[in-house]
T-cell receptor
Framework: EDKVVQSPLSLVVHEGDTVTLNCSYE??????LLWYKQEKKAPTFLFML????IEKKSGRLSSILDKKELFSILNITATQTGDSAVYLC?????????????FGTGTRLTIIP | DSGVTQTPKHLITATGQRVTLRCSPR?????VYWYQQSLDQGLQFLIQ???????AKGNILERFSAQQFPDLHSELNLSSLELGDSALYFC????????????????FGAGSRLTVL
């Protein structure tokens, strides 16, 4: 069964700090890894990574995938209170001809002003 | 606004009852997914429809059923409700339905929070 594990489960830091969120996975027929941010309600898409070693960057957020070691990290620099959210990692794998998405339980990030 | 519309936003009902959750996908998206998110649980995949047909099934209980209509909106029916069914139910949509190689980026609705008392 496909498995996605995120760590830490929760993290509390001060505004301005840099954080690193981890996602490891065990799936058959890996296709891609996605990061989502979930604030009050709907998860919103952040990044999609398909190739190993290529960093995706959007402002203060960046992510990289290591397909050999089966993990990804999400970095947030100069954190702001608006970064407080649950960050979800999801892995897409091919399953009987379809792409199946498995989510981790998320990392709850709290930024203290 | 993500473009995926879910109703109702909140629902409180009693054990043993039946409810229907509704989802309208983003314009142009053919595929609809249903996820359940309980307290401290990740998003659990329930079921996926593509252009009216069931495409994939996850950990969906037999008491639950879903369908996608010709206008592409979808309904999730939950029956014989139990306390443990209390959760946030998300609908998500995507264009391709998951058969293209590479990522299938989902757009989520705001969710329907179900409370079973």
């Amino acid at each position: 069964e496909d498995k996605v594990v995120q760590s830490p489960l929760s993290l509390v830091v001060h505004e301005g700090d840099t954080v690193t969120l981890n996602c490891s996975y065990e799936v058959t027929n890996f296709r891609s890894l996605l990061w989502y941010k979930q604030e009050k309600k709907a998860p919103t898409f952040l990044f999609m990574l398909t190739s190993s070693g290529i960093e995706k960057k959007s402002g203060r957020l960046s992510s990289i995938l290591d397909k050999k070691e089966l993990f990804s990290i999400l970095n947030i620099t100069a954190t702001q209170t608006g970064d407080s959210a649950v960050y979800l990692c999801a892995v897409e794998a091919r399953d009987f001809g379809n792409e199946k998405l498995t989510f981790g339980t998320g990392t709850r990030l709290t930024i203290i002003p | 606004d993500s473009g995926v519309t879910q109703t109702p936003k909140h629902l409180i009902t009693a054990t043993g009852q039946r409810v229907t959750l509704r989802c309208s996908p983003r314009s142009g998206d053919l595929s609809v997914y249903w996820y359940q998110q309980s307290l401290d649980q990740g998003l659990q995949f329930l079921i996926q429809y593509y252009n009216g047909e069931e495409r994939a099934k996850g950990n969906i209980l037999e008491r639950f059923s879903a369908q996608q209509f010709p206008d592409l909106h979808s309904e999730l029916n939950l029956s014989s409700l139990e306390l443990g069914d209390s959760a946030l139910y998300f609908c998500a949509s995507s264009v391709t339905g998951g058969q293209s190689t590479g990522a299938n980026v989902l757009t989520f609705g705001a969710g329907s929070r179900l409370t079973v008392l």
